[in-house]
């Protein structure tokens, strides 16, 4: 079996509108955030989750999710995160320090780490989580996949960040259908000192798309206003293949099959 058929397996996209949701204050916002997870998980009682966590803010919406909810059933991992072994730099890593992962693991959830190993390379580092990904819908042909992300102001969603490739360069890397992970390397590009965090990976455009079954977006701070302005702008009759996702990722939460933005921006 190809690759390409493998990415197919039970996947029907059925798609809808973009929800926004607007709430006064940031606190708030992540409250109800994470009570419509609760909501999506509650639907699908003894069936196989899997639930992708972003990093930085949206870790507040986690602390909203009843335990009561977390099961043998859920699988749990990153929707991105930084080729770093730093405890307080690797999503991955900073999640086990929260209150949230000690309740999977009293709920017996599974994880899927998406810390380097030792000696990896990046692209190793980003063909396992690949492979982690695609042996869980093989194994659960049929199980769901929910998405917590954040948005930059700068547009990006996951590790999917604008200014550093072409369309060409973005296309090959995050928006080809046969890529469910992709590699995002300053340090390549020799700009390293130009971002944060100069070497990530990150679930692709077309993963977002035609996998996740509902996403959830965390969106705070009148700073990303413009940003979110400019996706709510993008037509529901835009084809994707029209939109150029390399200067604003986020535009994909226009095309997913369920996508609820949840923010205090007016």
């Known amino acids: 079996m190809t690759q390409k ?3 197919s397996i039970d996947i029907v996209p059925e798609r809808k509108s973009l929800k926004v949701e607007r709430f006064v204050d ?3 916002t992540a409250k109800e ?3 419509y997870i609760n909501d999506i998980l509650t639907q699908y009682v003894e069936k196989p989750v899997l639930f992708l966590v972003a990093g930085g803010s949206a870790a507040a919406v986690l602390e909203h999710i009843n335990p009561e909810y977390l099961s043998p059933d859920l ?3 990153t929707t991105d995160d930084r080729f770093s072994t730093e405890l307080d730099v690797n999503n991955f890593a900073i999640l086990q320090s929260q209150s949230f992962y000690n309740n999977l693991v009293e709920a017996d959830a599974f994880c899927i780490s998406t810390e380097p190993f ?6 190793q580092y980003r063909a396992r989580f690949e492979k982690n990904l695609r042996e869980w819908k093989q194994d659960f042909p049929k199980g769901i996949i929910v998405g917590l992300y954040g948005m930059g102001v700068d547009g990006h969603t996951g590790g999917m960040i604008p200014g550093l490739l072409s369309l060409e360069e973005f296309d090959a890397e995050f928006n080809d259908g046969d890529r469910l992970v992709g590699t995002f390397d300053a340090v390549l590009k020799e700009r390293a000192k130009d971002y944060e965090f100069p070497q990530r990976i990150s679930t692709t455009i077309p993963f977002m798309r035609d996998w996740v079954d509902h996403a959830v977006f965390y969106i705070t701070g009148e700073n990303k206003k413009s940003a979110l302005d400019a996706v709510l702008k993008i037509s529901e009759e835009t084809l994707s293949t029209d939109v150029d996702f390399s200067k604003a990722p986020i ?4 095309f997913m099959k369920d996508a609820t933005i949840f923010t205090d921006i007016k």
């Open 5 to 7: 058929s493998q990415s």
């Open 26 to 28: 940031s606190s708030t």
């Open 33 to 35: 955030a994470g009570k």
């Open 75 to 77: 699988t749990v991992s």
């Open 118 to 123: 030792e000696d990896e390379t990046i692209e």
């Open 251 to 254: 535009s994909i939460a226009r």
